[in-house]
C-alpha cells in the first residue's frame, strides 16, 4: 500500500465515523472544508485549530495532508543531509505537531520511490487523540513496503504538565515541524517553553525540518530559535510549491468527486537545520 491507498484506507475510516446519512455526512464535510479555509487565514491571532469533530479531520486530511506530504518528499529529495537520514538501517523521527500525518506520510513517499527500507520509527507528538487512532495500524497497512512503526504521544506544546512527560522523542535522528508553528504562533509565549527544551535536547548530528506559510511571523520565529540555540541552518528558502495534477486522483476516488480538489499549491517557506 502507497502512501495515497494509505490516506484513502484512513480517509474511508474517518468517513464512516461522521454521523448521519451520505448527503448528511458530505455536507458536514464541505462546510468544514469552508471553515478551515477561513480559520487557517488567522492563525496569527486564534491559532490551535479544534480537530475534535470527524468531520474535521477528514476535510483536513482530504484537503491538507496530501499536499504537505508532497512538500516533506520534495524538501527530503532536494536535501543530500536529509536524504542520508534514509540511507541507515535504523531511522528515529519525531513529528511535532505531526497527528494528520503529512510528516511521516512524505517520508514514506521518499523512502517508496527511492526503494529505501530502514526500520523507520516516527512519534506522532500532537494534542488531539483522535489523530492517534487514525494512524495506529499504519505499520500493517505498509506491510512489507517497509517497516515502519507509528507512536502517538498526546501532548500540548502550551502545557508544560502534558508534555514534559514524553522525552524520547528528543532523541531523534530527524525533526519535522510541518504548519505547526504557525499553528500555535498565537500562543508563543506559552509554547516557548517546550521550544527551548526541543532545540537544547536535540542529539548532535541531528535535524531538524522546518516547513510552514512563507510569512516572516512564522519563519522568523523558527529562525531565532535556531540562532539562540546554535544550529546549523543547511538550506534557508522560499518558493510556491505545487502539487503534482494527476498523482493522487486515482487513490483518492470518489471523494474527488464529491468535494473541491486538494490544496494544490503552497507558499512556502522552509529550513533544514542540524545540531
Known amino acids: 500500500m502507497n502512501c495515497f491507498q494509505l490516506i484513502k484506507s484512513v480517509l474511508d475510516e474517518a468517513y464512516a465515523e461522521i454521523p448521519g446519512k451520505v448527503a448528511q455526512k458530505d455536507s458536514a464535510i464541505n462546510a468544514q472544508l469552508t471553515s478551515l479555509s477561513a480559520e487557517y487565514s488567522n492563525l496569527r491571532k486564534k491559532g490551535c485549530l479544534d480537530y475534535t469533530d470527524p468531520a474535521r479531520r477528514f476535510a483536513y486530511l482530504f484537503a491538507y495532508t496530501t499536499a504537505h506530504a508532497n512538500l516533506v518528499y520534495g524538501r527530503i529529495c532536494g536535501s543530500k543531509q536529509l536524504r542520508s537520514v534514509f540511507d541507515r538501517d535504523q531511522v528515529l523521527v519525531s513529528c511535532i505537531g505531526g497527528g494528520p500525518g503529512s510528516d511521516f506520510l512524505g517520508l514514506l513517499k521518499y523512502c517508496e520511490r527511492m526503494n529505501k527500507k530502514p526500520d523507520v520509527t516516527c512519534h506522532l507528538l500532537d494534542r488531539d487523540p483522535a489523530w492517534g487512532e487514525s494512524w495506529s495500524d499504519v505499520g500493517q497497512k505498509v506491510g512489507a513496503t517497509m517497516k515502519l512503526a507509528t507512536h502517538f504521544n498526546p501532548f500540548d506544546v502550551t502545557d508544560p504538565k502534558k508534555w514534559m512527560v514524553f522525552k524520547k522523542h528528543f532523541q531523534a535522528d530527524l525533526f519535522t515541524l510541518i504548519y505547526f508553528m504557525s499553528e500555535v504562533y498565537a500562543k508563543r509565549s506559552e509554547a516557548s517553553a517546550y521550544f527551548d ?3 537544547s535536547s536535540m542529539k548532535k548530528g541531528s535535524f531538524l525540518l522546518f516547513v510552514d506559510n512563507n510569512a516572516p511571523s512564522f519563519y ?4 531565532a530559535y535556531a540562532t539562540k540555540f546554535g ?36 507558499d512556502i517557506a522552509w529550513r533544514v537545520v542540524q545540531k
Do not use: G
Not at 220 to 223: A, G, L, N, S, T
Not at 243 to 249: A, G, I, T
Open 197 to 199: 527544551t526541543l532545540f
Open 231 to 266: 544550529l546549523t541552518v543547511l538550506e534557508s528558502q522560499a518558493a510556491v510549491s505545487k502539487m503534482p495534477l494527476d498523482e493522487d486522483k486515482d487513490d483518492l476516488k470518489p471523494y474527488l468527486d464529491k468535494f473541491r480538489c486538494p490544496k494544490l499549491t503552497s
Open 220 to 223: 522568523e520565529w523558527f529562525d
